[in-house]
């Protein structure tokens, strides 16, 4: 199966991807993970998009589409996939449709701007796994610690609330468009479905609903 999760910054992506993948037993891709990787290795694309990263704003288009494609090639995407951040921009979108790479569910999470500023300040990621944590609704096990590994846990430069209100602003101006898009793909009979789900429930209410929306 090939599924998008389409939300604003903290709306749990990242969360429930991890989930759905373990289910379904597809790799997430999140474009987000890939970029901060790149940006920690120090490789000639992580220095070309720190500095937006940073900032709250997006990577441009060729950069990102020329990684998807390149990743969806690998042997585990073959039974499908988890675009966790991707695509952001209908130029994205549109790429793929170009492609021909049929998508089967796009799940738009929605969340209100407030509470995803109150998220995002207590946010603390593994930034190894991309395994994402809350100090409050979702803390790990020992205090500042990854349940698995053990290893610190850090938060995210781009997670001031500063920074948050840009990528907030950047998604209902770039990627909330994308609902639209895929409304309209799905009355075109191109298989792909379309569902939107409250994402301001509890963390396992939400995965519950997913699940439903998968097995639908
Ligand atoms: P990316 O990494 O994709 O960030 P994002 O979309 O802004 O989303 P987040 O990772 O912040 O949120 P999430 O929805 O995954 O939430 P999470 O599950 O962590 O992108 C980062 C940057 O990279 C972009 O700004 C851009 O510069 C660049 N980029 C990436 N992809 C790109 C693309 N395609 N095109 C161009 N540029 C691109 O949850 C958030 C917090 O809330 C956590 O602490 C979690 O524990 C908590 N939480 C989750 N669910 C719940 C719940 N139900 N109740 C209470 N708390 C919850
Ligand atoms: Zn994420």
Redesign the pocket.
Known sequence: MRIILL??????????AQFITTELNIPQI????M??AAVKAGTPLGRK?ED??NS????T?EI?IALVKERITQPDCANGFLF??????IP?AQAMVDAGIDIDRVIE?RVADEEIVA??S????HPDSGR???LE??PPKTPGKDDVTGEALVQ?D?DKEETVRK?LS?YHEQTQPLVQFYKSLEEKNTGVKLVSID?????QK?RNRLAEVLNA
């Not at 939300?7 to 429930?16: D, E, L, N, S, W």
């Not at 999140?30 to 993970?33: E, I, L, N, V």
């Not at 709250?56 to 990577?59: E, F, I, K």
């Open positions: 939300g604003a910054p903290g709306a749990g992506k990242g969360t429930q999140s474009t987000g993970d970029l901060r998009v937006v990263m709250g704003g997006l990577v288009d990102i966790d951040g991707f695509p952001r921009t994205q999470i998220r995002l207590g946010r603390r990621v994402v944590y809350h609704h979702q995210r781009d990528r950047v994402g301001q429930a509890d963390v939400i």
